[in-house]
C-alpha cells in the first residue's frame, strides 16, 4: 500500500483544515488506518485510527471531540476533519495503515510522506 497526504496548510487558532490521504493498491479496505503526528523536536505520536470497516475509531484524548476520523473503501481514501485547531496542534501529519488495531507507530507498516499543518495563536 502506498500513501499519499495532503490538505495541510496555516490556519488560526480556532480554525479548521481537512486532510486527506489517498491510497494505492486494491487492498485498502483491509487495513486499519490511522493519523499519526510529529511536531519539532517531539515524537511522533497517535492521533486517530479507523478500523477497515470504517465503523470503529479512536482518537487521542488531546483531539477527542474535535477531530473526525473517516474512510471511503471505494475510494481508497481516509480524512481527518480537524476543527478548533489550537497552536499545540501544529505538526507533520502522517497517515498509515496497519493491520492491528492499536496506538503504537510499530503496529503500522505502510507511512504516507506526511503534511504540515502550522496553527498560529
Known amino acids: 500500500v502506498q500513501l499519499q497526504a495532503s490538505g495541510g496548510g496555516l490556519v488560526q487558532a480556532g480554525g479548521s483544515l481537512r486532510l486527506s490521504c489517498a491510497a494505492s493498491?486494491?487492498?485498502?479496505?483491509?487495513?486499519?488506518m490511522g493519523w499519526f503526528r510529529q511536531a519539532p523536536g517531539k515524537e511522533r505520536e497517535f492521533v486517530s485510527r479507523?478500523?477497515?470497516?470504517?465503523?470503529?475509531?479512536y482518537y487521542a484524548d488531546s483531539v477527542k471531540g474535535r477531530f473526525t476520523i473517516s474512510r471511503d473503501n471505494a475510494k481508497n481514501t481516509v480524512d481527518l476533519q480537524m476543527n478548533s485547531l489550537k497552536p499545540e496542534d501544529t505538526a507533520i501529519y502522517y497517515c498509515?495503515?496497519?493491520?492491528?488495531?492499536?496506538?503504537?507507530?510499530?503496529?503500522?507498516?505502510?507511512w504516507g510522506q506526511g503534511t504540515l499543518v502550522t496553527v498560529s495563536s
Open positions: 498509515a495503515a496497519g493491520l492491528w488495531p492499536r496506538t503504537e507507530r510499530h503496529d503500522y507498516d505502510y
Open positions: 479507523i478500523l477497515s470497516s470504517g465503523i470503529g475509531t
Open positions: 493498491g486494491r487492498t485498502f479496505s483491509r487495513y486499519i
